[in-house]
Every structure is written in C-alpha cells, then in structure tokens.
C-alpha cells in the first residue's frame, strides 16, 4: 500500500512529528516568548502548506461546500492556533515528559466527542483504549 493512502502509517508519521514537534518546541521556547514562537511556527507551517501545494500542482479556487463545512474549518483553525499557544506556553512552564501526556488527552476527548456528537460506534476496544491513555496520561503528568 502506498504511503500517501495508507491512513494508519500517515498516522504513525504524525505521532513521530508530534513527539519531535514537543521535543523541539521546549527547546525552542527556552528563550523566546511562547506566543512568539507559536506565531514564528505557524508561518514555517504556512510556507511548507504552500510549497507542498505548488510542488504537488494542489492549488485549486476554493469553491462548493457549505457554510456548516466552512465554519467548521474556520472554528478548527481557531481552536487549532489556541492549543498551540496553550501548548507552546505549557512547555516553556512545564517538562515536555509531563506535558506532553496532557495533551495527548485528546485522544480521550475525541473519542468521547466522536461518539456523542458524531454517532461513531465506541466498542470496547475503543474505550478501554481510551482509558488506558486516560490513565497513563495522570500517571506520567501527577
């Protein structure tokens, strides 16, 4: 299977980018103010959007959908640049080894949201999972 279509490894990928992702940003926050460096971030993540769109002839009129499709790419591009601040401000506070669980009680989050507000199936896989990620979360941050 191809990478670029195989949404588990792309997932995989994102794990490894997000533990390098905290590993870099605490050091990068040792001496810059945090709102600073989520603000330097989100224009380096800016620029490789735009150079992998043009590298990939992805440019396109943004036209259809709907406003419910709008607003909610709006809303995510709101809640996504408030975590970062929280989340840049946390590791300038706190150890990356504690923060970083924290966060990753998303992943609990989502799975709650996902079945309340999106009707997805939650087995018991799926739960004890979420547990799980819900205890080691306190377990490494307390």
């Known amino acids: ?46 620029l490789v959007t735009a150079l992998l769109l043009t590298a990939r002839n992805e440019w396109q009129k943004p036209e259809g959908g ?11 591009g709101v809640t996504t640049g408030l975590s970062w601040l929280c989340y840049f401000r ?22 709650v949201v996902g079945w309340v507000a999106l009707g997805e199936a939650v087995t018991l896989k799926t739960a004890l999972g979420g547990a799980l990620i819900v205890a080691g979360s306190i377990l490494l941050a307390w």
Do not use: E, Y
């Open 66 to 76: 709907n406003w419910l499709g709008w607003a909610c790419l709006i809303a995510s």
């Open 90 to 111: 946390a590791l300038q506070l706190g150890p990356v080894s504690q923060v970083a669980p924290i966060d990753k009680l998303s992943v609990a989050l989502v799975i």
């Open 1 to 46: 299977m191809h990478f670029a279509q195989s949404w588990q490894l792309l997932a995989l990928a994102s794990a490894v980018f997000a533990a390098m992702t905290a590993i870099l940003g605490k050091i990068g926050v040792a001496q810059i103010n945090s709102d600073l460096a989520t603000f330097i971030r989100t224009l380096v993540i800016l």
